[in-house]
């Protein structure tokens, strides 16, 4: 077997949130805390996990948070109402409206509507295009604070053969676009790949962001391979926790405790007994993605404010 390094997502969202502490005190010492408004449209519940998530960060840090809840029945006219509201405060940096948004919502108006400059998340067309360009501006975070974590374990990037599984907006395209500006040598793969083992047997660096459970398994990975596997998919089916954590009993006594289990899109087993250094589920990606945000408010008052 080979040794295998884990990446350790928490050491390093701890390590970036610590490193903004004194930017954040050097806003408040000038003019005021940073802010950031947190938008959640109904009430699905892995979401309000991810709000509390945010806020509590933003509150660890002294980020200031405006949470604000509006029910699914919200119409388009309303949210686009409230975000030009934040767009016009100037008590506010950053603007995140959580995905996903009920049906009838027009997502890509509501993209759109977010004022560039107070992007938290990235996903302006404009700030797409400062990405594709490479010129500065807010990032999408998932994909930030991977490239952020490969740097400050001091794995190279440069020169080597990236696969990325995933196409979405939000991780497998802007992480596509960085690992290129990293001067790796990028293939894209997605749903219409043709050969999607073959394609991931050739990757030196595997990014993984498909969202189908443990998809990914020991045909798909080179061995001494870095493996990042963004998926967080919750399972309920009993076989399949035992089957894929049948080397952690832990996971499956927290299984019996809690009816689900959360797994990546890589098999966990395969990952760990391959690959050379691997991101776990959960512990890798996830905190990351809470960093970036955290870095991307900074950075986006530290603009506002002029410092
Ligand atoms: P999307 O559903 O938007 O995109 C999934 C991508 O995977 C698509 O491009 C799709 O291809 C591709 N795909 C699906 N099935 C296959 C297949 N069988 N073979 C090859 N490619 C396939 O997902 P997201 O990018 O939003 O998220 C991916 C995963 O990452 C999810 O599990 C999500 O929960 C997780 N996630 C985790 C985050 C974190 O902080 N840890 C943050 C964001 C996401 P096509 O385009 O052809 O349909």
């Known amino acids: 077997m080979l040794s295998t390094r884990v990446l350790d997502g928490r050491r390093i969202s701890r390590e970036i949130q610590e ?4 930017r954040i005190d050097a ?6 805390a940073p802010a950031l408004a947190v938008v959640l449209v109904g009430s699905d519940p892995a979401s309000q996990i991810y709000v509390r998530n945010k806020v509590k960060a933003c509150q660890e840090l002294g980020i200031r948070s405006l949470d604000v809840s509006r029910p699914a029945s919200i119409t388009n006219q309303e949210l686009l109402a409230l975000i030009q509201s934040f767009n016009i405060d100037p008590e506010v940096d950053g603007i995140l409206v959580q995905a996903p948004l009920p049906k009838h919502v027009d997502a890509e108006k509501v993209v759109l509507a977010v004022d560039p400059s107070k992007d938290a998340d990235g996903f302006h067309p404009f700030n797409v295009g400062m990405l594709v360009a490479n010129r500065r501006g807010p990032r999408p975070c998932t994909p930030a604070g991977i490239i952020e974590m490969l740097m400050r374990y001091n794995i190279p990037i440069a020169g080597r053969r990236a696969v990325v599984v995933g196409r979405s907006d939000i991780v497998g395209k802007p992480m596509a676009l960085m690992l290129m500006h990293e001067n790796a040598t990028v293939t894209v793969c997605h749903s219409r790949t043709r050969d999607l083992a073959g394609e991931c047997r050739r990757a030196e660096l595997l990014v993984v962001a498909m969202g189908k459970p443990a998809a990914i398994t020991a045909d798909y990975i080179k061995p001494g391979a870095v493996v990042v596997d963004v998926g967080m998919n919750r399972i309920a089916e009993e076989a399949e926790v035992k089957r894929l954590f049948s080397h ?3 996971r499956i006594a927290s299984f019996a405790k809690n009816g689900s289990a959360l797994v990546g899109d890589v098999e966990p087993l395969a990952m760990q007994n391959l690959a050379g250094a691997y991101t776990p589920v959960p512990g890798g990606v996830g905190p990351l993605t809470i960093a970036m945000l955290m870095a991307n408010t900074v950075a986006l008052a530290e603009q ?4």
């Open 27 to 32: 806003l408040r010492a000038k003019s005021r």
């Open 248 to 250: 952690e009993p832990s």
């Open 19 to 22: 490193e903004l502490r004194p």
């Open 304 to 307: 506002h404010l002029r410092c």
